[in-house]
C-alpha cells in the first residue's frame, strides 16, 4: 500500500468508493483548513466532502448527507502494515 491515500474514498459499504483496508488504516480529512471527523465520502480531485445531515435517515435507514465544496485535503492516521513489519523487521537484525 502506498501513503497517499485514493483520490475518492466512501465509509458506506454499498459505494463503489468503498475500500475496507484503506480505512482501517484511518483517513485524516482537512477540509477548508479545518480537521474533519464526520467525513462519509470524500473527492480530493472534484473538491468537496459529503457530511451527515444530523441524525436524519432516509427510508433505508442510511444518513442523509450534505455536499461541502472546498479545497480537501487527506491523509492515513496509520502507516501500512506491510512497512511497519519491514521497518520492524531491519530494527531486529
Known amino acids: ?3 497517499t491515500p485514493p483520490d475518492r474514498l466512501s465509509i458506506n459499504p454499498d459505494s463503489p468508493h468503498f ?3 484503506l480505512l482501517e488504516r484511518g483517513i485524516g480529512i482537512r477540509f477548508k483548513g479545518a480537521v474533519r471527523n464526520d467525513v ?3 473527492s480530493i480531485s472534484e473538491g ?5 445531515l444530523g441524525k436524519k435517515v432516509d427510508r433505508k435507514g ?3 448527507t450534505l455536499k461541502l465544496v472546498g479545497p ?4 492515513f492516521e496509520r502507516p501500512a502494515e506491510s ?8 530494527a531486529e537484525r
Not at 48 to 52: E, F, L, S
Not at 72 to 75: G, S, Y
Open 1 to 3: 500500500m502506498s501513503d
Open 19 to 21: 475500500d475496507q483496508p
Open 40 to 42: 462519509e465520502e470524500y
Open 48 to 52: 468537496w466532502i459529503r457530511v451527515a
Open 62 to 64: 442510511r444518513p442523509l
Open 72 to 75: 480537501v485535503e487527506a491523509w
Open 83 to 90: 512497512a511497519a513489519e519491514a521497518e520492524g523487521e531491519t
